[in-house]
């Protein structure tokens, strides 16, 4: 197959401007591949950080009860799965599963070793000292935290590579979690990926999405509010 930035657009949903769409094609000749899930570190935005969008992560709280299963979709470097799994560190039995369409990412989640040196960050994550230290390790150097989580499948979580364009991961969640994934997408891109979002929701389970995410104007789904936190409720 002749593999190039276009069929790479078409099988991502993304967005790029025409300087990225150069360094793509440079970097698939120097590369020579043609696998989605090992280029997509070289053009997507990997930004996450600990208990980012904490309103959100409050209100998969509030939803949660013991068995609760929550898909994180395009979870980057799995910092939302792993805030989420302290805040739900009481619920039993929960099933927490990330996946991102790049292979880097996911390795780097499962390898569940972070670095962390913004200050709000390090405090946030400090509040979670008391959670089982088989799970959980920091060690506070100078200026940074290191955090290492460990005892992923214990825990209920886990990670996996995936991408939005092809479907949901399955079907039957309970919650489905997906910020700051679609903005980067084309009107086309996001809506395949809205799609497979709202198949991997179970009838009563509900949609997360970012700020600026399309609306669903569908019979079966209704918009809620927890707090500050924008939600959508698959009826049936
Ligand atoms: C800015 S990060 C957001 C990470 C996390 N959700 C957060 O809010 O902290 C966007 C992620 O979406 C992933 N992504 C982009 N297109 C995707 C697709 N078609 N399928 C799955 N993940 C995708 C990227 O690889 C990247 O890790």
Not at 145 to 156: A, H, Q, R
Not at 172 to 196: E, P, Q, W
Request: net charge positive; aromatic share 12%.
């Amino acid at each position: 197959m002749n593999y190039n930035p276009k069929n790479f657009l078409e099988n991502t949903g993304l967005k790029l401007d025409h300087k990225s769409i150069g360094f793509l094609q440079k970097e698939i000749q120097l590369l020579s591949c043609s696998d989605v899930h090992e280029i997509a570190h070289l053009i997507t935005n990997p930004e996450s950080y600990f208990f980012r969008s904490f309103s959100h992560l409050e209100l998969v709280k509030k939803m949660s009860t013991k068995k609760t299963s929550i898909w994180f979709a395009g979870c980057s470097t799995g910092q939302e799965v792993y805030s989420a799994a302290l805040m739900l560190s009481s619920i039993r039995d929960k099933k927490l599963l990330g996946t991102d369409i790049s292979r880097k990412y996911i390795e780097k989640a499962i390898s569940g070793s972070f670095f962390v040196f913004k200050k709000s960050e390090i405090k946030a994550l400090e509040k979670y000292k008391h959670v089982s230290q088989s799970y959980l390790h920091l060690n506070n150097n100078k200026k940074s935290l290191d955090v290492k989580f460990s005892s992923l499948k214990k825990e209920g979580i886990s990670f996996d590579i995936h991408n939005l364009m092809d479907g949901p991961y399955s079907s039957g969640f309970d919650i489905v979690y997906c910020r700051n994934v679609l903005l980067h997408m084309t009107i086309k891109g996001k809506k395949k990926a809205l799609n497979s979002l709202k198949d991997g929701v179970k009838a009563g389970g509900i949609l997360i999405l970012g700020d600026t995410d399309p609306h669903i104007f569908e019979d079966n789904w209704e918009r809620n509010k927890y707090k500050n936190a924008i939600f959508w409720k698959k009826k049936w």
